[in-house]
């Protein structure tokens, strides 16, 4: 479990600067400057209890299996986004965008953590 909790770890970390890459497009920054904190790491590497997970699932439909980590992908951010905004070191603030709630989840997000969910099951997979 240790190294598919690293493997995730550093899978989000890479996924979350070519995804913050991709949009500092739309700022008008051809540098592509990706970004990501520290604390992403383990919030990202907490993804490997997908492979318990996804095993149990085998034979579910990939949307049902997508949706299911949806939902799991919303209930970690939003809990782990929750405590660390209590001590001022959440990394994320979506209060300025629509679909958000308490600025710590973007409902509008949901078709990108049901792919990322996926893209998980698929790394993890033995």
């Known amino acids: 479990m240790k190294h598919k909790f690293l493997l995730c770890g550093a899978a989000g970390w890479c996924m979350e600067i070519l995804w913050t890459g991709i949009h500092s497009l739309e700022r008008g920054e051809r540098k592509l400057l ?36 949806t939902v799991g992908i919303f209930f970690t951010e939003y809990t782990t986004g929750s405590i660390l905004k209590k001590y001022q070191m959440c990394p994320w603030d979506y209060s300025k965008c629509k679909l958000n709630y308490k600025g710590l989840i973007r409902l ?15 790394i993890l997979s033995d």
């Open 34 to 69: 990706g970004q990501s904190s520290i604390w992403m790491f383990p919030i990202y590497g907490m993804a490997a209890v997908i492979s318990p997970i996804s095993r149990l699932m085998k034979d579910v439909s990939p949307f049902i299996r997508g949706s299911i980590y």
């Open 108 to 122: 509008d997000y949901a078709p990108v953590w049901f792919f990322t969910g996926l893209i998980f099951e698929k």
